[in-house]
């Protein structure tokens, strides 16, 4: 991977960062150089989508970014859910301050993981943010191109739900080359919802590198019974009827509550487990 830190030491001439558009001025020309000369030291960008909430997205994207860099990946994750933001508590890092150098802002890091989250910037985790469309994407904006994320294999990108200013924004900054894995339950009112972001995905000429079927059963610890709370199955019909990709099943786990309650990944805390070798194999079949 080569360092373009600076878009003039790059030389691919048909970089579309080399020349000012006729519609923009000076600063949104400078604006758009920063951000691309920051996506081009990042080889694979993913956004960790679904239409629903409650299905398992920050859980999925912390194990995808967990799983990706035990294998000596170099990883960013980024958390875009600026009213919700789950990574500070799930990482525990949400009492860490940030601050920035002359290369731009310097994320946390997290077991090798460069990290960043508007969580980081609200003192009062009460605080709500209240933010209409334009201004979230220029804060999407803001954690790509001013983020001194460096060279990355990946940059993991977590979504809120739905498929509105938040992801539109990603998808569209991160631009050609970037890719979606769609999480859902397998309930009907799920899978409704979740549908959408599959079409989303189509719409916007996203990449779909599939769709993961979370809390899929919960074997009970004591009995060993297996029960299908929310079903099962749903994720794959869906991915079948959409022909995109299955990457499987996540069964439920009591002991991932308290993972992410307590700042210490379940994929982390409990390697042994059916729920984490589950989450294991779906991000083998992501990379």
Request: charged share 20%; aromatic share 4%; with cysteine.
């Amino acid at each position: 991977m080569t360092d373009h830190s600076d878009c003039n030491s790059c030389n691919d001439s048909s970089c579309s960062a080399k020349s000012q558009n006729p519609q923009e001025n000076d600063e949104a020309f400078q604006a758009r150089q920063r951000l691309e000369s920051r996506l081009c030291n990042i080889d694979q960008k993913i956004l960790v989508m679904s239409g629903k909430g409650g299905v398992g997205k920050s859980t999925m994207a912390v194990s995808l970014a967990l799983a990706l860099s035990k294998e000596g990946k170099q990883v960013g994750l980024l958390d875009i859910d600026l009213h919700g933001p789950s990574l500070p508590t799930m990482l525990g890092l949400n009492k860490q301050p940030i601050f920035s150098n002359d290369e731009g802002i310097v994320p946390l890091e997290f077991e090798g993981i460069k990290v960043m989250s508007i969580g980081f910037m609200i003192q009062d985790v009460g605080q709500a943010m209240i933010m209409r469309g334009p201004m979230k994407h220029g804060a999407i904006q803001q954690f790509l191109a001013d983020v001194n994320w460096g060279e990355l294999d990946c940059l993991v990108v977590d979504c809120p739900p739905g498929t509105g200013d938040e992801p539109l924004s990603a998808a569209q900054l991160l631009g050609k080359g970037a890719a979606a894995v769609v999480v859902t339950t397998p309930q009907d009112v799920a899978l409704v919802d979740v549908e959408k972001s599959i079409s989303f995905c189509s719409e916007l000429n996203l990449n779909m590198l599939g769709v993961v079927e979370n809390m899929s059963g919960f074997c009970c610890p004591h009995c060993g019974e297996v029960s299908n709370i929310f079903k099962s199955g749903g994720g794959e019909e869906l991915s079948a009827k959409r022909k995109v990709p299955f990457l499987g099943k996540i069964p439920l786990d009591p002991r991932m509550v308290l993972s992410g309650d307590s700042g210490k990944p379940f994929i982390l805390e409990h390697p042994e487990s059916e729920a984490a070798q589950a989450l294991t194999n779906v991000a083998r079949k992501i990379r």
